[in-house]
Nanobody
Framework: QVRLVESGGGLVQSGGSLRLSCAASGRTFSLYDMAWFRQAPGKEREFVAYITWNGDRQYYADSVKGRFTISRDNAKNTVYLQMNSLKPEDTAVYYC??????????WGQGTQVTVSS
């Protein structure tokens, strides 16, 4: 069973930066496109960004485009999310998983990101 462990969240002031990491267990990490999602209090989980299996393409939600960068290291079974110019509306629990819902594995615990104004 693949396990996902997110880390790197915290409390940051508006305009600040954080780098999130998501480590996956198992041997199939490099076969799948990976994505970051987030869930704010009282809201549905939403897509943030994804990266193709080999890292050659990335796609971002409009709300984070130009501020966030997704990357991956297949040798380390890890996907990253560099978040710059953070805004209070970025406050949420951030999760990673495979991009395609029918391929997704059980969700990890997520990592809390709180941006103060």
């Amino acid at each position: 069973q693949v396990r996902l462990v997110e880390s790197g969240g915290g409390l940051v002031q508006s305009g600040g930066s954080l780098r999130l990491s998501c480590a996956a267990s198992g041997r199939t990490f490099s076969l799948y496109d990976m994505a970051w999602f987030r869930q704010a209090p009282g809201k549905e989980r939403e897509f943030v960004a994804y990266i193709t299996w080999n890292g050659d393409r990335q796609y971002y939600a409009d709300s984070v485009k130009g501020r966030f960068t997704i990357s991956r290291d297949n040798a380390k079974n890890t996907v990253y999310l560099q978040m710059n110019s953070l805004k209070p509306e970025d406050t949420a629990v951030y999760y990673c998983n495979r991009r395609i819902s029918t391929n997704q594995v059980p969700w990890g615990q997520g990592t809390q990101v709180t941006v103060s104004s």
